[in-house]
């Protein structure tokens, strides 16, 4: 069979919707390419990137989507579906809403697909195919298969390399949908098998896109130990709770970690509650960053708006925080009630959703539920402000003046100014964009 992967876009409709992660590697659609046989021809289309070839004739198209992308990717799977091309949908967002996207596929597959991609393409072969598959086991990750990265030739992406190497996460926020997807526990693939797929990359800078690389400490000491001697640079997800341990951020610094993206969430103790993240201070702020960045470590921080007490000042406090902290990077995003999160459950029950569906609207960027203290649209326009003002020049000067310990290399600065020149060129034009869109002058 010709079998066509698409790596859906968040929309096609406004440009400001889009993020600069676009130009990174999507490793879901190498992860079904390297577990479809030999058989059978895998191409790929990155709709970021490019235009879908609606005029082709593919024998199945799979698309893995998760809540940002359902939209659109219901919409590709529709416009396949109208020509008689059989569609399967796979994901966080179908894994959690299986019903929804069966209105738009003929198959859906839930949780992961280890275990029964290859059963798929044989039902599909016999012209059998069911209209749900789910595996009966998660799958072993000392045996899974390796991406196959061949499908991002000539795709024009950074040359940074997306890994692998634990699923799942030992915490259970309310917002996040990481264990309605994986499942309760923590699994990780042996080290061995870790390095053995580093040492083949074609690039020495890697991204780990584990959702909580430090989630079982000493596993994280092992494969850190193991990664030292192949001289990579790194970057990856942690939780701040790896600031309790010198040894770990010893190793991962030796181990060629540049930094990693900490949730941070909000400063408030309260917010944090609520959402099911108290242990997030377990430190004090002030003292978990400084003991990352002693050890030359940088922090991409992230902060989730629009939480029961946040109000205007304590945005700003964030957005000084974030400045006064030296962080590398910042992003401050809008909460997303992502179906399958006690997070959705609760705004669906105190009616505060603005539809029981707000992903399949036009408007979700801007408009997904009713802040207590804010109108939908207000918080939208005030996270577009923060993006732009702390990735302006003088916020990068400011914190790059002020950053001692994470610009100790040629490497580290240039990465420092490369992307933040790059963030603050994206968020500019999101800004004008976002007004645009709304046909109003900026305030």
Request: neutral net charge.
């Amino acid at each position: 069979m010709k079998i066509l992967l698409i790596q859906p876009a968040v929309t096609k409709e406004f440009v400001w919707a889009e993020s600069s992660h676009r130009h990174l590697q999507p490793l879901a659609p190498a992860v079904l390419a390297g577990l479809t046989p030999e058989k059978h021809s895998v191409s790929f289309i990155d709709d970021r990137l490019e235009e879908i070839p609606y005029h082709s004739e593919p024998d199945l198209v799979g698309i893995s989507t998760m809540t940002a992308t359902a939209r659109r990717a219901y919409s590709i799977a529709d416009r396949f579906r109208e020509k008689g091309v059989p569609v399967i949908l796979g994901g966080h967002h179908p894994t959690v809403m299986a019903e929804e996207a069966a209105q738009h596929a003929h198959s859906v597959v839930i949780g992961e697909a280890e275990e029964i991609w290859e059963q798929i393409l044989d039902d599909y072969e016999r012209g059998r195919p069911d209209q749900y598959y789910k595996a009966r086991n998660k799958p072993d990750l000392s045996n899974v298969k390796p991406p196959q990265r061949g499908i991002f030739k000539e795709k024009n992406y950074l040359p940074i390399e997306m890994v692998e190497t634990t699923r799942g996460c030992p915490h259970h926020c309310d917002f996040c949908s990481v264990s309605a997807f994986f499942g309760p526990g923590y699994r990780h693939k042996p080290v061995e098998n870790v390095v053995e797929e580093v040492r083949g990359l074609q690039h020495n800078l890697i991204f780990f896109i584990d959702d909580n690389n430090v989630g079982d400490p000493e596993y994280a000491k092992r494969l850190f130990r193991a990664l030292a001697p192949l001289k990579i640079r790194w970057f990856g997800q942690a939780s701040l709770l790896m600031a309790r341990d010198e040894e770990l951020l010893e190793l991962m610094r030796k181990s060629g970690c540049v930094g990693n993206l900490i949730g941070i969430e909000s400063l408030s103790k309260e917010n944090l509650a609520e959402v099911g993240k108290s242990w997030n201070m377990e430190l004090p702020y002030e003292e978990a960053i400084k003991r990352i960045h002693a050890h030359g470590l940088a922090i991409y921080a992230s902060f989730v708006l629009g939480l029961g007490e946040d109000d205007v000042a304590g945005l700003k406090r964030i957005l000084d925080f974030s400045i006064e902290s030296r962080f590398m990077a910042a992003s401050f995003v809008m909460l997303s009630p992502n179906p399958g999160t006690r997070t959705y459950n609760k705004l669906r029950d105190e009616g505060r959703l603005l539809k029981e569906r707000p992903w399949l609207e036009p408007e979700y960027d801007t408009a997904r539920f009713r802040p207590r203290n804010f109108s939908p649209l207000e918080l939208a326009r005030i996270s577009a402000e923060m993006s732009r003002k702390f990735f302006g020049l003088r916020s990068i000067i400011r914190r790059a003046l002020n950053w001692r310990a994470n610009m100790g290399s040629p490497f580290e600065v240039f990465l420092y100014w490369a992307m933040n020149i790059a963030l603050r060129k994206e968020f500019k034009r999101r800004y004008k964009e976002f007004w645009r869109h709304h046909d109003r002058a900026p305030v």
